[in-house]
């Protein structure tokens, strides 16, 4: 039987651990940890319904803006690569050949910060595998250089299982984001217990914004390594955790995926309470044309439009989706953009050198590819 309400000893524990001055790295997060328990969550959900209205209330009835910025199947894509995603000499990166690399990623996504006042950077998994920098330094340098880039959060896919639950139980607690995904059920999993987040709900200016994460159902068949985790549909899950957004005070929820782009699509249409969906095609590599900028709108459950958009592979492109919400959180306008990062993009000096400082220790397997597939 689920709890409709907290001890007040846990429920008063939990709103001093959120109220609290936050640790480095933690700050933007309102969020519903598992190791406080489904009880904690719901009463902070109901005092949170409670009292964010009247905090938010005057701010809620406007519109409000959103840039939502969102990579996925990346593959360890650290350094600029060919539109196959093998990689690039040192001499090929000086040409239009080569494409992506995390460094042109984060200087791309600083201008897009400074140019609006809100900004989520989101990724869809698939970040696991694909390259001899993977190889050589697995989970914590991705981990590092993925809290340089500053990413908000990002879904857990097949290739982050792939490389067994211990790995990506060290990339959790290593990273500065939350991994987030509703239908995953980890008590079974020692490594992962208590580390993937359902959703989370954050404050970015006047906006109280739900996330929420949703995982490929089929993880464990394309898993290349045992999954003892539970994925269960997320049809099952999502109205419980966006129904605990809502207590929280959010109108407008995000959603980042690792389903693929027919799945999405599906979930838009069944379930309610979802604005905006961010994806990854769900086909493995990108074909090296432009990929689609804007959003597939779909009518979801309740008349209102919701927003799909699909990443593209290797990090080749950053994805951009510009939104405007409605007083109710419904998105009004929308425009969408696959940013291509060419030579043109200015490079993140920071990621740059440490980008280059761990590759340095490939030697020559610096421009080989391994044999993991992208998703």
């Known amino acids: ?67 939502v910025l969102y990579t996925g199947d990346v593959a360890s894509r650290m350094e600029p690569s060919k539109t196959d995603g093998t990689p690039c000499t040192l001499e090929e990166r000086a040409t239009d050949a080569c494409l992506g690399g995390l460094a042109r990623l984060a200087g791309q996504a600083n201008l897009e910060r400074a140019r609006a006042s809100t900004v989520l950077l989101l990724d869809a998994g698939g970040q696991f595998g694909g390259t001899a920098f993977w190889t050589q330094h697995k989970q914590d340098v991705l981990a590092d250089l993925m809290n340089r880039t500053r990413f908000d959060a990002m879904a857990a896919g097949a290739a982050e299982f792939s490389e067994g639950s211990e790995v990506l139980g ?36 006047v906006q109280r914004l739900g996330l929420l994460g949703i995982a490929d159902l089929n993880i464990p068949q394309k898993s290349k390594a045992p999954v003892n985790a539970t994925i269960v549909p997320i049809e099952a899950k999502a109205p419980f955790w966006l129904k605990q957004l809502g207590f929280m005070g959010t109108k407008t929820v995000v959603a980042v995926s690792s389903a693929g782009a027919e799945k999405d699509k599906d979930i838009a249409q069944r379930i309610a309470g979802i604005d905006v969906i961010i994806g990854v095609s769900g086909k493995g590599a990108h074909s090296g044309g432009q990929p689609q900028g804007a959003p597939q709108v779909i009518t979801g459950p309740g008349g209102k439009p919701v927003l799909l958009a699909q990443a593209a592979s290797f990090g080749h492109y950053l994805g951009k989706l510009n939104v405007t919400f409605d007083k109710d959180g419904h998105p009004k306008a929308w425009k969408g953009d696959q940013i291509k990062l060419d030579r043109t993009v200015p490079e993140d000096p920071d990621i740059r050198t440490q980008v280059e400082a761990y590759a340095a220790a490939l030697g020559d397997r610096r421009t080989q590819v391994s044999q993991v597939p992208v998703k």
Do not use: C
């Open 1 to 67: 039987m689920v709890p409709t309400s907290a001890p007040m000893d846990a429920f008063a524990e939990r709103l001093a651990e959120l109220m609290s001055p936050p640790n480095e790295g933690e700050g933007r997060y309102w969020r519903t940890n598992p190791k406080h328990g489904l009880a904690a969550t719901i009463g902070l959900g109901i005092f949170m319904g409670l009292v964010m209205p009247l905090v938010f209330g005057k701010a809620a009835r406007a519109d409000t803006n959103l840039t």
């Open 170 to 205: 060290k990339f959790i607690r290593t990273a500065q984001f939350p991994i987030l995904g509703a239908n995953i059920g980890t008590d079974r999993d020692p490594y992962l217990k208590d580390q993937i987040y359902p959703m989370l709900a954050t404050d970015r200016g």
